[in-house]
């Protein structure tokens, strides 16, 4: 379940529906632009977010909001033991792959995931999903519950100075205005024109303070850049780049004592 779409969307007629079924629709057309040679998330993501993760050889991991499978099949096929991949679509990998498990379940309500009951991971992901959270201090405790001894939560958020920066240019205000306002807005989705999306802001405080609620702490926090070729590469991937950011990557682990 890729992020972009937090909390409330609505529809072309600005009646509001459930971000799940706004993501039923969307999750093709996310994978379809994911796979496309200049994507960033295969450009710049994929590539820090699987830097951060290390060998996962042995390891057990939970994807929460994993899409259609694809990212969690490569950790396996790369040795990741026992590993289960959730999202709400149901849109999963037409092929099986010994070793992983692909359930359709909702991140809001994991305590009523099937097969998730009792089970701890080595290792969990939120790879834009973290946005779909209705409660994000709830969810984040769940999953950290989830987590067995001395391992971490890997969690993958939109910058959100872009948003700050698309909603000052279209509503004529200041970056600052944007910024720090609690209003919610409005967008069309880039992957599918027909879907308009209402989101929740963010500052990078707020998310800091979530964590913490949620009893956890950064222990590395990077801001992935195109590489050198790269940007020769794809010119206009950069030209995106300066001006929007890109996206955050936090490795989070439990604090110590709780």
């Not at 992983?100 to 009951?117: K, Y």
């Not at 201090?137 to 989830?146: D, E, G, I, K, N």
Request: glycine share 8%.
């Amino acid at each position: 379940m890729a992020e972009s779409h937090e909390q409330t969307t609505s529809s072309p007629t600005d009646n509001p529906v459930d971000p799940s079924h706004a993501w039923l629709e969307l999750a093709p057309d996310y994978e379809r632009a994911r796979t496309r040679e200049d994507s960033l998330d295969r450009l710049v993501e994929w590539p820090a977010q699987r830097d951060l993760l290390g060998d996962v050889a042995g390891r057990s991991v939970l994807d929460l909001g994993c899409g259609n499978g694809g990212k969690l099949a490569e950790l396996v096929r790369d040795g990741a033991a026992a590993s289960v991949g959730v999202d709400v679509s149901g849109n999963f990998l037409s092929v099986p792959v010994p070793g992983l498990e692909l359930i359709q379940g909702d991140l809001n309500e994991l305590d009523a995931v099937p097969g998730l009951a009792g089970r701890t991971f080595d290792r969990i992901l939120f790879l834009q999903s973290f946005g779909y959270a209705k409660d994000p201090v709830r969810t984040l405790q769940t999953a950290r519950a989830m987590l067995a001894d001395d391992v971490f939560i890997l969690l993958t958020k939109t910058q959100p100075i872009r948003y700050a920066v698309e909603q000052a240019e279209r509503n004529r205000t200041s970056l600052g205005e944007e910024y720090f306002s609690t209003a919610r807005f409005s967008y069309r989705s880039g992957w599918n024109e027909q879907i308009t999306l209402t989101k929740r802001r963010y500052t990078i405080a707020d998310l800091i303070n979530v964590f913490s609620a949620a009893g956890l702490c950064i222990e590395t926090a990077i801001e992935p850049q195109l590489s050198e070729d790269a940007r020769g590469r794809y010119p206009h991937k950069q030209a995106w780049m300066n001006k929007y950011l890109g996206i955050l990557v936090f490795k989070l682990r439990p604090h110590p004592g709780q």
